[in-house]
């Protein structure tokens, strides 16, 4: 409390810039300031917090008055890019530019046509797993798997995927504790491998998705080589680590979960169609794998009764909007595979929506056919062990046991 009784803002938003605090459990200090400051000022960095669904959605849904080109993390607080590092770093009408022209590689039917490729891998992993003994769901279904597909998309091949691990592990904050030259010679590698990769595919296209970005074309339009190796960059590491924690903290969440797998069995076998799609999405909330993102104001607004000034940073916190109790009622603390409707923001929302949400909800809906088709149940066999990061919630290592059906 301050002086003269009210909340101490500062002091209740700074553990939550502490990397430390995301390899515990950060959800009692979002239920706090989403209760006592759903707009919270942390004087020390100058950056407001946000953490209540409806603020969330609001920042998202305006980028003319919250921009994504000032940073998209808080180490980036007084950065001025000369050329946006990601596509996530623009804002409208750059951002839409880039959108309409890699949108068409993204597009519903082409990630469904992925499925058989899917399920193969999935498959192949799923059946490598005994009834009964411990498994580690990270190391051996959800590290692999996405970033296999990666490779399928990219069209590189396929023991290239434990290199891309590496690779996208190095540029996460907070994701391991690896000397920081080291991390920086692994991101150099990678971005001068997909910028070589870029160039080869205009060179010589291929089928496969490098091919189809290069190559396409809007009203006279195409990317150029950079900015495609920026994309590619953006897929590897934001296609991988999102869909992969989703998929080892959906696991979790099942197996300390007394009865959760089951019921989605049951469902599942009574011809539910949208048992599964709905357990993706429950399985997408409860992770939230992007714990937040970052806009910078454009003028002074008004956000919850809070006046914010121009150029001030708003992180806005997705893992606590995911949990907002006025949106997702007394159960938003509980992981519910029937939860229906969901409206989470794990994908975030207005122009930034997610462009592989369609490849993430069918990779997570077809590992869990193929588990299911296998295993009855699901139980915790040893402790969860997440990472520091303020940026993506990892889990490092997930032990458990599936039984027999």
Known sequence: MTAGGGVDETELTAPLLDPAVYAGDPYPRYARLRAEAPVARNDTLGLWMVSRHAEVVAVSRDPATFCSSKGIMTFEIGSDYATPPTMMHTDPPDHTR??????????????????????????????????????????????????????????VPEDEWPRFFRWSE???????????????????????????????????????????LGAAEVDGDRLTDAELGMFLVQLLVAGNETTRNMMSGGLVGFADTAGAWEGLAARAAAGTNRALPLAVEEMLRWTTPVVAFMRTTTRAVELAGKRLGAGDPVLMLYASANRDESVFGPTAAVFDAARDPNPHV??????????????????????????????????????????????????????????AR
């Open 346 to 403: 794990a994908f975030g929302f207005g122009a930034h929506f997610c462009i592989g949400a369609v490849l993430a909800r069918v990779e997570g809906r077809i590992l869990l056919e193929e588990l299911l088709a296998r295993f009855g149940s699901i139980e915790p066999a040893g402790e969860v062990v997440r990472t520091a990061s303020p940026v993506i919630a990892g889990v490092k290592s997930a032990p458990v046991v599936f039984g």
């Open 98 to 155: 880039y959108r309409n022209l890699v949108q068409p590689g993204f597009r519903p039917s082409y990630m469904r046509a992925l499925e058989d490729g899917i399920r193969r891998r999935a498959r192949a992993l799923v059946d490598r797993i005994e009834p009964g003994v411990p498994v580690d769901v990270v190391a051996d279904l959800a590290v692999p798997l996405p970033l296999q597909v990666i490779s399928d998309l990219l069209g």
């Open 170 to 212: 190095a540029v996460i904050p907070g994701a391991t504790d690896w000397p920081e030259e080291e991390r920086a010679q692994l991101s150099v590698e990678m971005v001068t491998y997909l910028l070589e990769a870029a160039a080869d595919r205009r060179a010589t296209p291929r089928d496969d998705i490098i091919s189809e």
